[in-house]
């Protein structure tokens, strides 16, 4: 059975720190992906990252994937205050059926 | 905001009673997938529809059930409701059912049981 673990589960930071979650997952998937979700609300998606080695860049946050490792980091540069909500990896199984991570809680403070 | 939509938004039911949750799918989507995401967890896959049959099931008991329909709406029926089953429940809706296809996720429905 697929198991995905991220780390840190909380996470709270100042401003204009930067830090890394970290998701590993227990077996070979060749697609990842990372979703942000406020309180109440949905899943946003932020990345799909497909092959071994991809990085993907959008504003102050960067994934990439590791498939040898089964890892994926999701680097946090310059927090701001916006960026406080919970963050997801997922991993890909049979199908399209996605396996996620227990979320990482991240507060930015100023 | 993807194009999935979810009805309704939160319901309150008692233990014991049954629900129903009902999601729209994304236009040009044909396959539908419930997950159940407790508070402070992440989000546990339920099962999937594709062309109105089941296609994968999680971990669940057979008292949560659903159904697709012919324009690729989907149902999420829960009997015999207990406390644990309070959250949120998400549906996703795809092109396909292969692992390349993204799903996209409907705002939610919060269910609590009293």
């Known amino acids: 059975e697929l198991k995905v673990e991220q780390n840190p589960l909380f996470l709270s930071m100042q401003e204009g720190k930067n830090y890394t979650i970290y998701c590993n997952y227990s077996t070979t998937s060749d697609r990842l992906y990372w979703y942000r979700q406020d309180p109440g609300k949905s899943l946003e998606s932020l990345f799909v990252l497909l092959s071994n080695g991809a990085v993907k860049q959008e504003g102050r946050l960067m994934a990439s994937l590791d498939t040898k490792a089964r890892l994926s980091t999701l680097h946090i540069t310059a927090a701001v205050h916006d960026l406080s909500a919970t963050y997801f990896c997922?991993?890909?199984?049979?199908?399209?059926?996605?396996?996620f991570g227990e979320g990482t809680q991240l507060t930015v403070n100023p | 905001e993807t194009g999935v939509t979810q009805s309704p938004t939160h319901l309150i039911k008692t233990r014991g009673q049954q629900v129903t949750l009902r999601c729209s799918s994304q236009?040009?989507?044909?396959?539908v997938s419930w997950y159940q995401q407790a508070l402070g967890q992440g989000p546990q896959f339920i099962f999937q529809?594709?062309?109105?049959?089941?296609?994968g099931r999680g971990n669940f008991p057979p008292r949560f059930s659903g159904l697709q329909f012919p324009n690729y709406s989907s149902e999420l029926n829960v009997n015999a409701l207990e406390l644990d089953d309070s959250a949120l429940y998400l549906c996703?809706?795809?092109?396909?059912?292969?692992?390349?296809?993204?799903?996209?996720f409907g705002p939610g429905t919060r269910l609590t049981v009293t």
């Open positions: 996703a809706s795809s092109r396909g059912t292969g692992g390349w296809y993204e799903q996209y």
């Open positions: 236009s040009g989507h044909n396959t």
């Open positions: 997922a991993v890909k199984t049979s199908g399209s059926r996605l396996t």
């Open positions: 529809y594709y062309r109105e049959e089941e296609n």
